[in-house]
């Protein structure tokens, strides 16, 4: 088969199916969060204050929780989940979530 | 995650078409299941190739699954066949095969250059967008390209 063909026969077969979009935000964000509940369950998550100390940026609400003072434990949990971001971004496509350090801003393509 | 969602997603969509009705959720159960077995990826083969060949056991298992429970027949005796409409049933027939021998074919090339043939045909990206992709030179891309072309041909003819 001639390379002309080949070209030819894949550009036919190509525009053949449906266009396809890519992820949406929304599968982004359910993708993240389920990676999230993963790895919680096979233990306790890294604390925000070494999360912190790594250099990963926190968000608003995750910075609050690091400095309060309560159980490491508490701090170990996963803000996340009781998060309206998190729902913002599983629910909506490019939802409307601007906090800086929010992982969920980052799935939203604007 | 965030960097090869999108190729995945591409990817399986392609071989659930025109069902896509399960896309989300298979690409879901790829991340998942890389996630999983993270510890087992030892930097051999490209992230996004591992992960294409999480995405292609995750199409076969569902094939497999869904010929174990076939969907049941529409319950109606009239033995009439439906009209008609649209495209012939032999030309949407001879389009599905061929389509099913590409697909046939790209699962068996290697990686990169189902890869490529993937960004360049199907999701249409330019020589440019391709080599800022993987920091080659659209120069080199061109060159993988007719490479790949190359792999398809030899591969096509053997099909």
């Known amino acids: ?110 | 995650m965030e960097l090869h969602a999108d190729t995945i997603y591409s990817y399986i969509a392609s071989r659930l078409v025109p069902r896509l009705d399960n896309v989300d959720d298979l690409t879901q159960e790829v991340f998942l299941a890389a996630w999983k077995s993270l510890a087992g990826y030892r930097g051999d083969a490209p992230l996004h190739a591992w992960l294409l060949g999480i995405a292609r056991h995750k199409v076969e298992d569902y094939y497999r699954e869904k010929l174990r429970q076939p969907e049941p027949l529409p319950d109606d005796d009239s033995g009439e066949l439906p009209e008609e409409s649209g495209p012939k049933l032999d030309e949407i027939l001879d389009q599905a095969r061929l389509g099913e021998k590409i697909r046939c074919v790209m699962d068996g090339m290697p990686h990169e250059d189902a890869l490529l043939l993937l960004w360049r045909y199907w999701e249409k990206r330019s020589a440019r967008e391709v080599s800022e992709q993987i920091n080659r030179t659209e120069k080199a891309v061109e060159r993988l390209l007719a490479r790949a072309r190359e792999e398809f041909r030899g591969r096509w003819s053997d099909a």
């Open chain 1, 1 to 110: 088969m001639p390379e002309v063909t080949v070209e030819r026969l894949l550009q036919n077969a190509a525009s053949a199916e449906p266009a396809r979009e890519a992820a949406s935000s929304r599968l982004k964000s359910r993708i993240f969060s389920a990676m999230q509940l993963e790895q919680q369950e096979s233990g306790p998550l890294l604390s925000l204050a070494a999360t912190h100390a790594a250099g990963r940026k926190l968000c608003v609400f995750e910075e609050l929780v690091r400095i309060v003072p309560i159980g490491e434990a508490a701090k170990q949990k996963n803000p996340c989940r009781i998060c309206h971001a998190r729902v913002l971004g599983e629910l909506v496509e490019n939802a409307p979530i601007y906090w800086p350090g929010c992982p969920y801003v980052g799935f939203q393509d604007r």
